[in-house]
């Protein structure tokens, strides 16, 4: 089955802490992954996707097929970075998504 | 990058009533759109993929009578809710992907359904 697992509904740092959101996908073909965001009152947005091997903001997620994840990673929190954010994968004809992880980053 | 817009962002109807939203890739066209559900701290649900010209493709549990998809033309889609009721009080947001780029799915700022 085809399914996006993000284990936690909150993660909560200070300013400046390292992040890790992690996502696991579950897919029998080639994985095509992306992390959407969604800041407070804006519409979901693309962060980044695995293809482009990117860093946007700060933030990395390196695809892992071993361990079938795409974990979001950015060494420095800002507060700025709060937001909901949402692992995706796609299939040939549609994105599934995680139930995303809210990131609170304290100052 | 692309824009899509939802309209309207937010209504409030009647039990019993249908609500018609709207979905528009403004800057590019888009053969396919797709809609969303999604519950309060919850994540997308994928309700239907929305084609150009023909029927929609529905996802398993949802139900094509109440939740009437049509997509007109290469820049519209809308997604009708009949006979709303309270339980379909929920937030839908559509998203459409520019064909001609790259694999970016565009979302809509979504509508928030209230149904008393």
């Known amino acids: 089955a085809q399914r996006v697992t993000q284990p936690e509904k909150l993660l909560s740092v200070f300013k400046g802490a390292p992040v890790e959101l992690k996502c696991n996908y579950s897919?029998?073909?080639?994985?095509?992954l992306f992390w959407y965001v969604q800041y407070s009152r804006q519409r979901l947005q693309l962060l980044l996707r695995?293809?482009s091997r990117e860093s946007i903001k700060g933030f990395t997620a390196d695809l892992n097929k071993g361990e079938t994840s795409f974990h979001l990673k950015k060494p420095f929190a800002q507060e700025e970075d709060s937001a909901m954010y949402y692992c995706?994968?796609?299939?040939?004809?549609?994105?599934?998504f995680g139930a995303g992880t809210r990131l609170a980053v304290h100052p | 990058g692309a824009v899509v817009s939802q309209h309207p962002s937010r209504v409030i109807c009647k039990s019993g009533t249908s609500v018609k939203i709207e979905c528009r890739s403004l800057?590019?066209?888009?053969?396919?759109m797709f809609w969303y559900r999604q519950f309060p701290k919850k994540s997308l649900m994928l309700m239907a993929t929305?084609?150009?010209?023909?029927?929609?493709?529905?996802e398993q549990g949802v139900e094509k009578d109440k939740f009437l998809i049509n997509h007109a033309s290469l820049t519209l889609s809308t997604l009708t809710v009949t006979s709303a009721h309270p339980e379909d009080s929920s937030f839908y947001i559509c998203?459409?992907?520019?064909?001609?780029?790259?694999?970016?799915?565009?979302f809509g700022q979504g509508t928030r359904l209230t149904v008393v």
């Open positions: 998203s459409a992907r520019d064909e001609r780029g790259s694999t970016e799915a565009f």
């Open positions: 897919y029998s073909g080639s994985p095509e």
């Open positions: 695995h293809i």
């Open positions: 995706a994968l796609r299939v040939p004809s549609k994105l599934i």
């Open positions: 800057d590019f066209q888009a053969t396919t």
């Open positions: 929305s084609n150009e010209g023909s029927k929609a493709t529905y």
